[in-house]
């Protein structure tokens, strides 16, 4: 008794929801009897009809809606006679809800059986889709009107799905190569007439159709086929998003643009021309002004080695009088005081004699060192083997340059033997390694380089006459000079020395030296990373006899500048 309760109240429970689902509904639900009479309907049912729910029980189906009978009773009729459904059939008229207005639903109809025999009604589901069908045909004429208006636009306009296949395409490219939509709608894009002349360019069309897919809009020109020509044109595919934001299909896009390709690759010719002409004129103009500011620079250069040759010559010549008239004077002087140092026996008087002897001497020294300069001094060439020479000249070099300078020597074999006074050779090494040395206080590196050279040539002076000669460079890494300092350095007393420290003929009589020789004295500088001073003496004629067996010994040390 307990369970059959319990099993009633489950039943009043299930058929309460139901009922209220029934009223809930929003869709329209009915049923009707045989003679298709109302037993049941919902609110939405109602609503649709115009009647309350209670009005529809036991009428007639027509006599609520009789405007509808034409084409719903044929429908329900067959129901019932053949106990088969009918699914989203369509119900047009007017009801008392709406009057005057068509209205439109959707209708599906089921047979109610009693058991396995035969129907006893009909359960109905009704929607009404006339707004439905009002904004699906406002939908489908905007389509329509848009696609009359891609068809009338002269570019090429078309929707691809995600994976590449024409979905459609505007009458333009269709007329332009003599197809129709069907010819090209459902086919890999890269397939269609267009792209087909070339698998270069369905493979970049390929890519790009991957890229729009991931989100990129591609962008390039490229030719197509229209008919029996290519035309090329400006190609754009974009992808299409639909209301959420989602990449649901792919945009081509094109215009012709052969007129100004065409006009392009003439612009580009024609400047291409000019480009040419303006870079040979140019060429031209660069290379004559090159050639003017080298004619200028070689005319400069000329016009300041005259005037600082003439400047040499003159003070040669002033130097050269004035040592001669000293040289005699000295020589009375050491006359005399070796006739005084005859006569005398006082000790004292003879060690002050022998003081001013040697002062003299000295004033000796300083008048050749004058007369090197002038190019008036007596020279002694002789063969020199200048590796041989070198070689027994380092060890003096090493001494004169100190400790805390390093000296290196290297000759490279190619020098063979030059003509020169090798007692003036070696008081012109020995001073540039001691102005080397005196310009590292802190120390450093002096290299003696050694190598053969033909004037004219690029590592030759360009004053040399024409021949072979052997180019000897004394390199330090010291403090170098400025520009004001080296346009002077091969002045006679010029010095920047402190007093006391130098007579500033060093320079000016190695520079005499080489050209009394016949060859030659080079100099650069930079402050800051040191001097090349370079020696160019003329080597010995091929086949010439030797002049001397062996170099000179070393002469005396000569005064730094």
Same mark, same amino acid.
């Given at each position: 008794?307990?369970?059959?309760?319990?099993?009633?109240?489950?039943?009043?429970?299930?058929?309460?929801?139901?009922?209220?689902?029934?009223?809930?509904?929003?869709?329209?639900?009915?049923?009707?009897?045989?003679?298709?009479?109302?037993?049941?309907?919902?609110?939405?049912?109602?609503?649709?009809?115009?009647?309350?729910?209670?009005?529809?029980?036991?009428?007639?189906?027509?006599?609520?809606?009789?405007?509808?009978?034409?084409?719903?009773?044929?429908?329900?009729?067959?129901?019932?006679?053949?106990?088969?459904?009918?699914?989203?059939?369509?119900?047009?008229?007017?009801?008392?809800?709406?009057?005057?207005?068509?209205?439109?639903?959707?209708?599906?109809?089921?047979?109610?059986?009693?058991?396995?025999?035969?129907?006893?009604?009909?359960?109905?589901?009704?929607?009404?889709?006339?707004?439905?069908?009002?904004?699906?045909?406002?939908?489908?004429?905007?389509?329509?009107?848009?696609?009359?208006?891609?068809?009338?636009?002269?570019?090429?306009?078309?929707?691809?799905?995600?994976?590449?296949?024409?979905?459609?395409?505007?009458?333009?490219?269709?007329?332009?190569?003599?197809?129709?939509?069907?010819?090209?709608?459902?086919?890999?894009?890269?397939?269609?007439?267009?792209?087909?002349?070339?698998?270069?360019?369905?493979?970049?069309?390929?890519?790009?159709?991957?890229?729009?897919?991931?989100?990129?809009?591609?962008?390039?020109?490229?030719?197509?086929?229209?008919?029996?020509?290519?035309?090329?044109?400006?190609?754009?595919?974009?992808?299409?998003?639909?209301?959420?934001?989602?990449?649901?299909?792919?945009?081509?896009?094109?215009?012709?643009?052969?007129?100004?390709?065409?006009?392009?690759?003439?612009?580009?010719?024609?400047?291409?021309?000019?480009?040419?002409?303006?870079?040979?004129?140019?060429?031209?103009?660069?290379?004559?002004?090159?050639?003017?500011?080298?004619?200028?620079?070689?005319?400069?250069?000329?016009?300041?080695?005259?005037?600082?040759?003439?400047?040499?010559?003159?003070?040669?010549?002033?130097?050269?009088?004035?040592?001669?008239?000293?040289?005699?004077?000295?020589?009375?002087?050491?006359?005399?005081?070796?006739?005084?140092?005859?006569?005398?026996?006082?000790?004292?008087?003879?060690?002050?004699?022998?003081?001013?002897?040697?002062?003299?001497?000295?004033?000796?020294?300083?008048?050749?060192?004058?007369?090197?300069?002038?190019?008036?001094?007596?020279?002694?060439?002789?063969?020199?083997?200048?590796?041989?020479?070198?070689?027994?000249?380092?060890?003096?070099?090493? =001494?004169?340059? $100190? +400790?805390?300078? #390093?000296?290196?020597?290297?000759?490279?074999?190619?020098?063979? @033997?030059?003509? /020169? *006074? !090798?007692?003036?050779?070696?008081?012109?090494?020995?001073?540039?390694?001691?102005?080397?040395?005196?310009?590292?206080?802190?120390?450093?590196?002096?290299?003696?380089?050694?190598?053969?050279?033909?004037?004219?040539?690029?590592?030759?002076?360009?004053?040399?006459?024409?021949?072979?000669?052997?180019?000897?460079?004394?390199?330090?890494?010291?403090?170098?000079?400025?520009?004001?300092?080296?346009?002077?350095?091969?002045?006679?007393?010029?010095?920047?020395?402190?007093?006391?420290?130098?007579?500033?003929?060093?320079?000016?009589?190695?520079?005499?030296?080489?050209?009394?020789?016949?060859?030659?004295?080079?100099?650069?500088?930079? =402050?800051?990373? $040191? +001097?090349?001073? #370079?020696?160019?003496?003329?080597?010995?004629?091929?086949?010439? @006899?030797?002049? /001397? *067996? !062996?170099?000179?010994?070393?002469?005396?040390?000569?005064?730094?500048?």
């Amino acid at each position: 008794m307990v369970q059959t309760d319990a099993s009633r109240l489950q039943q009043a429970t299930h058929a309460a929801e139901l009922d209220a689902l029934y009223a809930r509904a929003p869709l329209g639900l009915g049923l009707v009897d045989r003679d298709l009479r109302f037993v049941r309907v919902n609110p939405a049912l109602a609503d649709m009809n115009g009647f309350s729910p209670e009005e529809h029980v036991g009428k007639k189906v027509w006599d609520l809606v009789p405007d509808l009978r034409a084409t719903a009773e044929p429908m329900l009729l067959k129901v019932i006679e053949t106990g088969e459904p009918l699914r989203d059939v369509t119900v047009t008229g007017t009801t008392l809800a709406y009057p005057g207005q068509i209205r439109e639903w959707r209708e599906q109809f089921y047979p109610i059986f009693v058991g396995e025999g035969q129907v006893t009604g009909i359960g109905i589901i009704c929607e009404d889709v006339t707004d439905r069908r009002v904004q699906e045909r406002e939908i489908r004429e905007r389509e329509d009107r848009l696609r009359r208006v891609l068809d009338q636009l002269f570019a090429f306009v078309g929707v691809l799905t995600l994976d590449g296949h024409v979905d459609y395409a505007n009458r333009a490219p269709l007329d332009a190569a003599g197809l129709e939509l069907g010819d090209v709608a459902g086919r890999p894009f890269w397939e269609a007439p267009w792209w087909s002349y070339d698998p270069a360019v369905q493979e970049r069309l390929k890519a790009a159709i991957g890229a729009a897919g991931a989100g990129e809009v591609v962008r390039y020109d490229v030719p197509v086929r229209l008919g029996d020509q290519l035309m090329t044109i400006d190609f754009q595919l974009a992808p299409l998003r639909d209301s959420s934001g989602a990449i649901a299909g792919l945009i081509p896009s094109g215009t012709i643009i052969e007129e100004r390709v065409q006009a392009e690759r003439a612009l580009r010719a024609l400047a291409d021309d000019l480009e040419i002409t303006v870079a040979r004129r140019t060429a031209a103009l660069h290379e004559a002004n090159a050639q003017l500011t080298e004619e200028i620079a070689r005319r400069e250069a000329a016009q300041d080695a005259l005037i600082h040759s003439q400047k040499l010559e003159a003070m040669g010549r002033l130097v050269a009088g004035v040592a001669h008239d000293f040289n005699n004077i000295l020589a009375a002087v050491l006359s005399g005081l070796s006739l005084v140092g005859r006569r005398l026996d006082d000790p004292e008087a003879l060690k002050l004699i022998d003081m001013s002897t040697n002062a003299a001497m000295r004033g000796t020294g300083l008048v050749k060192q004058l007369l090197a300069f002038a190019r008036q001094q007596r020279l002694d060439p002789e063969r020199i083997d200048l590796a041989a020479f070198l070689h027994e000249l380092e060890p003096l070099l090493r =001494v004169s340059a $100190g +400790t805390g300078v #390093t000296v290196e020597v290297n000759e490279d074999g190619s020098c063979g @033997a030059i003509i /020169a *006074d !090798a007692a003036q050779l070696q008081s012109a090494l020995l001073n540039l390694v001691i102005n080397a040395r005196d310009a590292m206080p802190d120390g450093g590196t002096v290299r003696i380089a050694a190598r053969a050279v033909r004037a004219p040539g690029p590592d030759a002076l360009g004053d040399l006459a024409d021949g072979d000669y052997v180019a000897i460079s004394v390199i330090d890494t010291g403090t170098g000079m400025p520009s004001d300092v080296l346009a002077r350095v091969a002045e006679p007393f010029f010095t920047t020395k402190q007093v006391g420290k130098g007579t500033g003929l060093g320079v000016s009589m190695v520079h005499g030296f080489t050209h009394q020789s016949g060859g030659g004295l080079s100099i650069e500088s930079e =402050v800051g990373k $040191g +001097t090349v001073m #370079t020696l160019f003496l003329p080597r010995e004629p091929a086949g010439q @006899a030797a002049l /001397a *067996d !062996a170099p000179s010994g070393a002469a005396g040390v000569p005064e730094s500048a």
